[in-house]
């Protein structure tokens, strides 16, 4: 990965950590403004995990039936 990787959200700037599906993170993150619209966004480790958690809790909450 090229050493000038950064987050994908707009305003954020951060080192990127993983390479996602745009259409994903649009899906899981709709508050988030990108900074491009290529088909792979990159998240820094501190939206990764917000993605992570967004992902989790809806697929527990409804595995769970709470
Ligand atoms: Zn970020």
Same mark, same amino acid.
């Given at each position: @990965?090229?050493?000038?990787? +950064?987050? =994908?959200?707009? /305003?954020? /700037?951060? #080192?990127?950590?993983?390479?996602?599906?745009? #259409?994903? +993170? #649009?899906? +899981?993150?709709? /508050? @988030?403004?990108?900074?491009?619209?290529?088909?792979?966004?990159?998240?820094?480790?501190?939206?990764?995990?917000?993605?992570? #958690?967004?992902?989790?809790?809806?697929?527990?909450?409804?595995?769970? =039936?709470?």
């Amino acid at each position: @990965m090229p050493a000038d990787e +950064v987050c =994908g959200i707009s /305003g954020c /700037g951060q #080192k990127a950590a993983r390479s996602l599906s745009t #259409k994903k +993170v #649009k899906e +899981v993150l709709p /508050g @988030m403004s990108l900074v491009s619209d290529a088909r792979r966004t990159h998240l820094c480790r501190d939206h990764y995990r917000q993605f992570r #958690k967004a992902t989790k809790e809806e697929r527990e909450l409804e595995r769970l =039936g709470w």
